[in-house]
Every structure is written in structure tokens, then in C-alpha cells.
Nanobody
Framework: QVQLVESGGGLVHPGGSLTLSCAAS????????MGWYRQAPGKQRELVAA???????NYADSVKGRFTISRDNAKRTVYLQMNSLKPEDTAVYYC??????????WGQGTQVTVSS
């Protein structure tokens, strides 16, 4: 019902920046929120940032002040601007979409590697 295409991952040095994009297609009219999760090897998947249809945002404490989530309603796309990246940010990042009264949808994941 909702397809998510993620892009923007890659390899960066500590202190560098990346911007992730997630474009939604399909039945997107009922989306209530979009967000980014990440999962590092051997660790639980965790919420990084989320933005509601009304524009409210929330962030994990570990990324506050460094990451910014935003959206482009016309393009049905959510972005995650990541600055001052740390090795601890290395993970597979997954886009998540929640729809009113429906199960959530997940992207395929994009690898972010922060290494010196």
C-alpha cells in the first residue's frame, strides 16, 4: 500500500554530514507520521527521529542538536540531515511510515558508516 525508497547513505569521516531521503508512494494520503530508525550490528532497532503530519518532531537524545528531520509534502518525502557524525552513528537506517488505523511500513534500509 505504501512503498518507501531510501537513499543518501554512505561512508563519511567523523564530523562529516549526510542527508538521507525517503520517498513514499502508493496510498500516502493517510500518513500520520514518518520517521527514521537505525539498527547497528548486535543492537536493537531504535528510533532516531520522527515527524508527524502536523510537523511535530521528536529525536533520540543521542542525536539531538546534530540531526534534523524534515518533510516535503508535495514530494511525499522525508529527510534526515545528519551533521557532526560520530562512529556510534554507524548503522543501517530505516525509514518508517505510519498510517491512520493501518500497520506501519518500512523501507529496505540504507547503510551509514562513520569511520576515520
Amino acid at each position: 500500500q505504501v512503498q518507501l525508497v531510501e537513499s543518501g547513505g554512505g561512508l563519511v569521516h567523523p564530523g562529516g554530514s549526510l542527508t538521507l531521503s525517503c520517498a513514499a508512494s502508493g496510498n500516502t494520503w493517510s500518513i500520520t507520521s514518518m520517521g527514521w530508525y537505525r539498527q547497528a550490528p548486535g543492537k536493537q532497532r531504535e528510533l532516531v527521529a520522527a515527524i508527524s503530519s502536523g510537523g511535530n518532531t521528536n529525536y533520540a537524545d543521542s542525536v539531538k542538536g546534530r540531526f534534523t528531520i524534515s518533510r516535503d509534502n508535495a514530494k511525499r518525502t522525508v529527510y534526515l540531515q545528519m551533521n557532526s557524525l560520530k562512529p556510534e552513528d554507524t548503522a543501517v537506517y530505516y525509514c518508517n511510515v505510519q498510517r491512520l488505523g493501518r500497520p506501519g511500513s518500512w523501507g529496505q534500509g540504507t547503510q551509514v558508516t562513520v569511520s576515520s
